[in-house]
């Protein structure tokens, strides 16, 4: 699935509350990457969602971005297997409990 980007890099920046500079830098090191379009940086409703989840990291839970990489990693791979378990789930009682602790750790780091 293509992510589009739909908004530009100020309009970025002042829905996640971080100054361009910050974008840039982020980009730079690899925690996000948005689509472009020519010259123009475009950022999707995800990216916004990724960025204010990486403010979250650094400002409230004190990351720094070693630590912000590892936690996207973590999550990352956590959404992978909770996908996997979910197809292996549909029948078994074990698999299903383990799906919802997954489901659930996922959910918490989401609503951070």
Known sequence: MQRRGVYIMRVASMLSGMHP???????????LAPSRSG?????????????KMIKYLVDEVGLNLAGVDLALSLRSRLMGLEREIRLL??????????AKSVKEMLAMLESQ
């Open 21 to 31: 500079q910050t974008l840039r830098k982020y980009e730079r090191v690899g925690l």
């Open 39 to 51: 010259m123009l940086r475009m950022y999707s409703d995800e990216d916004i969602a990724l960025l």
């Open 89 to 98: 789930a549909d029948h078994h009682p074990v698999r299903r409990r383990l």
